[in-house]
Every structure is written in structure tokens, then in C-alpha cells.
């Protein structure tokens, strides 16, 4: 039930906080150690690389668990949407290991290639919010998001908690093989849980930013840098499925390789800046379009701000910073279909599941 809330999508994206919550208890012991299945622990041990498949948002969730396995696990990831697996196989490691990103766990994108590389005998870990769905049941493994039921089609908690359980499968992996971790990874995820409470309260601030930048544009371009630009990814799909407006997420790089061609008076470009890594070539980005007529509104983290930034996202752990960015651009959308007065929770053309392929 949807209760004060004029839609279950504003009701989910203020979930996401109590759903970080969550997952920190049920992924602890007693002791507060982190707490994963053993079977599951020993399939990440035994691969000599990980493919992960979804859809979608569930896509752009693999993507950072991408940026996670790697990192703090040290084991190669590859990530692949479904629906282009299935007809065209890369070629695949000696020992893989599948992880299917699902929501629902009934999408038949993914299912078919479940069901393809079962036949080849390939184990499988389905990371779900539905533990006896399909992909759940079919799969030698499961992990569990406990997001709630997520009524909108727009996914929103799903997303922020499959981000959660990656991690914490990276960080269970990186402490099977013997690596040290210079942060407490349950304690980063509960900072990161406060900065999306204070996110969520700021809802008339990212309102009064979607009035500004996205009342009336046609367009609408996300520009980011390493993992920003998978969060880029995510804002952009969010912005399209529920407003209409086109709009398209790309890594700041790439500007000059075609898409500036795009940029003219007032078009909106909105830039991710959480990582200092790249906090240098990004800024340049935001220039290069800036000079060139767009309504560029940066969004940056505490510690790396600037002036004219519109927005400042609270500290987080950099690998984490996923999980604090993408709430802002999840509000800017919904704030976007609001003032354009779009159904937010059933988009047009869309499912809340996609049960064909
Ligand atoms: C977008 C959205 C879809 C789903 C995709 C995969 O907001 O909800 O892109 O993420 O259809 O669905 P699941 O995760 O259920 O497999």
C-alpha cells in the first residue's frame, strides 16, 4: 500500500535507506561479521571469472558490481545484457561462474540464457527479491535483496539494494582469499544508508532543480566518469522510461567522439563529479559543454564541490558512491514526469515484469 504517498515510486526511493538497513542485519551473525552462504563462497573461490547477466536497471547494478568484484575481490567480471548473450556468446573462461541480477527473477530475457548455460552444466547465483521466483528456483545459488515488493515500474530500491548485496559478495570474496580491506565494509554501508536518508529529505531542493532543468527540454544528456558513468546509465533509463524525454548517458570522455555535436543553447547536461580520480577530466567535460551553450548541473560529493555545483551529495566510501548519487537522479525524474504530468508508476509501453523475450 502506496499509505500518504502520491506514488509508490516516491515511497520506494524513501524506502531505500530502511532497505540498506536491512540488508547490513541479514548479512551479519551474532558477532557482527559478515555473513554469506558457504556454498556461495566457495563458488566464487572456485571460478576463474564471473559473468554477470541481467536487464536493464538490473544491468546497470552488475555494472558497479562489476567496478566492486574487481576491485576489492580481485576476480574478472564481465557483464552482459541478456538478451544479447543469448544469441551471441562471447567466448567464456574455463571456470565461470553465472550471476544473474534480477528483481523479479521472472524476467525470460535472462531466464534463457539461465537455462542455456545449465545445459552446459555452468553454476549459477541468482541475486533476487524474490526468492522462490523462477530464476531463483532454477539457479544452484541464491542471494536475497530484501528490497520489500517494488509496486512502480520504475525500479528504484531494487537497484540501490542489488548494489548492496554485490558489494557485499565482493568484500565475503576478497576475505575468502585472504585480501585486507582498508575500510570496515558494514560500517561504510551504514554511512551510506544516512547519506540516502539526507538525500531523501532534500526532495524540494531536487524538485525545484527538475523545474529548472527539465520542464519543458526535449533532451537530456548524463555525463560521467568510472563509476559515475554506470550511475549516469541508470538516471538517464530513469529519466526516459518515466518522463519521455530522450535522454542518454555517456562517459564524459566521449563527448568529443560525436555526442557534442548534440549540445546547443540551454540543452541540459547533467555531470556526475563523486570520484577524485577523475574529478579533474570531468570538470574539464562540464567546460567543454558549458562553453558550447548547455544548462550544465553538476552534481559532486563533499570534499570535491565547487562553486557553482548544484548539488552536493554527503560524504560516502568512494566504491559506494552509487548508492548515495543515483538518489538525486531518481527524485530529478520523478520530479520530471510530475511537472509533465506523466503516469510515474505505470509509464507508458512498459511492464513491471517482462515475462517475453
Ligand atoms: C527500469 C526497470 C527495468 C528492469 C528490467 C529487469 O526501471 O525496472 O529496466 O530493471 O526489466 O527486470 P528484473 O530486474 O526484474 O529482471
Known amino acids: 500500500e502506496k499509505g500518504t504517498y502520491p506514488h ?14 536491512r540488508i547490513i542485519k541479514e548479512y551479519q551473525d551474532e558477532n557482527n561479521e559478515l555473513k554469506l552462504d558457504g556454498d556461495i563462497r566457495a563458488a566464487m573461490q572456485a571460478c576463474d571469472r564471473v559473468y554477470i547477466i541481467a536487464c536493464g536497471t538490473s544491468y546497470h547494478a ?8 574487481e576491485k576489492i575481490a580481485n576476480i574478472p567480471v564481465e557483464v552482459h ?20 541480477i534480477s528483481q523479479s527473477g521472472e524476467t525470460a530475457d535472462s531466464r534463457s540464457v539461465l537455462v542455456r548455460i545449465k545445459e552446459k552444466g555452468y553454476p549459477a ?15 544452484n545459488y541464491t542471494l536475497n535483496l530484501y528490497a520489500g515488493p517494488e509496486i512502480a515500474v520504475a525500479s528504484t530500491k531494487a537497484y540501490t539494494a ?12 576478497a576475505r575468502a582469499k585472504g585480501l585486507s580491506l582498508d575500510f570496515d565494509p558494514m560500517q561504510e554501508l551504514a554511512i551510506a544508508a544516512n547519506a540516502m536518508e539526507i538525500l531523501t529529505d532534500q526532495k524540494d531542493t531536487i524538485e525545484e532543480l527538475a523545474k529548472n532543468y527539465l520542464a519543458t527540454t526535449r533532451n537530456a544528456f548524463f555525463i560521467g566518469r568510472s563509476s559515475d558513468y554506470y550511475v549516469c546509465l541508470e538516471g538517464s533509463l530513469k529519466l526516459k522510461e518515466i518522463s519521455y524525454i ?25 555531470a556526475l563529479a563523486t570520484q577524485e580520480e577523475v574529478n579533474y577530466a570531468i570538470r574539464s567535460n562540464v567546460q567543454e559543454v558549458v562553453s558550447r551553450g548547455a544548462n550544465a548541473m553538476v552534481v559532486s560529493m563533499r570534499g570535491l564541490e565547487q562553486d557553482d555545483d548544484a548539488f552536493v551529495l554527503p560524504h560516502v566510501h568512494e566504491l559506494l558512491t552509487p548508492l548515495a548519487s543515483v538518489v538525486p537522479l531518481q527524485l530529478l525524474a520523478y520530479y520530471a514526469a510530475l511537472h509533465r504530468d506523466c503516469d510515474v ?6 511492464a513491471k515484469s517482462v515475462t517475453v523475450e
Not at 125 to 139: C, D, H, K, M
Not at 162 to 173: E, K, P, R, T
Not at 246 to 270: R, S
Open 246 to 270: 530522450q535522454a542518454e548517458g555517456f562517459a564524459g570522455g566521449e563527448l568529443k567522439h560525436g555526442t557534442i555535436a548534440l549540445i546547443e543553447e540551454g540543452t541540459p547536461v547533467i
Open 125 to 139: 547465483l541468482t541475486i533476487t527479491n524474490v526468492p522462490g521466483s523462477t530464476l531463483s528456483r532454477e539457479a
Open 81 to 100: 545484457v541478456a538478451s544479447e548473450f543469448s544469441y551471441n556468446m562471447p567466448l567464456l573462461s574455463e571456470k565461470p561462474l553465472f550471476v544473474f
Open 162 to 173: 542489488q548494489i548492496a548485496v554485490l558489494a557485499i559478495l565482493a568484500v565475503d570474496s
Open 345 to 350: 508508476d505505470k509509464p507508458r509501453n512498459l
Open 8 to 21: 509508490f515510486m516516491l515511497k520506494e526511493i524513501d524506502e531505500q535507506p530502511f532497505v540498506m538497513r
Open 62 to 69: 552488475g555494472l558497479v558490481g562489476k567496478h566492486f568484484i
